[in-house]
């Protein structure tokens, strides 16, 4: 999305923009993500790669049908990259929280033990 709106000619400002809708983004999702995980870590992955996905695909989807598609620098990071980012910080809570409760859901030991004599 960076390089769609570098190439729609908008400035270097934007950058700023892409930097403040992540950091917006993390800051709302991270705690109801969290909350969501301690229920079902493995949901809130596929939750959060089914929305990056369609978000993906809709970008993708209108540049290609209409390339004329033209809005202000606002629109790519306000409102595409911030649900982007949304959806990465739920997969990003739902990986982790998975792979610490894996080994008490396995059985598998939580430590290994060294080889040392």
């Known amino acids: 999305m960076v390089v769609l709106a570098q190439q729609r000619g908008e400035s270097a400002a934007l ?33 959060g790669g089914g929305m990056a996905a369609a978000v993906c695909l809709f970008v ?17 990071p306000g409102a595409f990259f911030f649900v982007l980012a949304i959806a990465h910080s739920g997969v990003r809570i739902g990986r982790k929280t998975y792979l610490v409760t894996w080994p008490r859901a396995t059985g598998a030991p939580t430590t290994r033990r060294s080889a040392t004599p």
């Not at 923009?17 to 079902?40: K, N, Y």
């Not at 993708?60 to 790519?76: C, H, K, M």
């Open 15 to 47: 950058l700023g923009g892409f930097v403040v809708a992540s950091g917006l983004a993390s800051a709302i999702s991270a705690s109801v993500w969290g909350f969501m995980a301690d229920a079902s870590s493995r949901q809130v992955m596929i939750l």
């Open 60 to 76: 993708a989807g209108l540049t290609l049908l209409d390339p004329s598609w033209r809005v202000g620098g606002w629109f790519y």
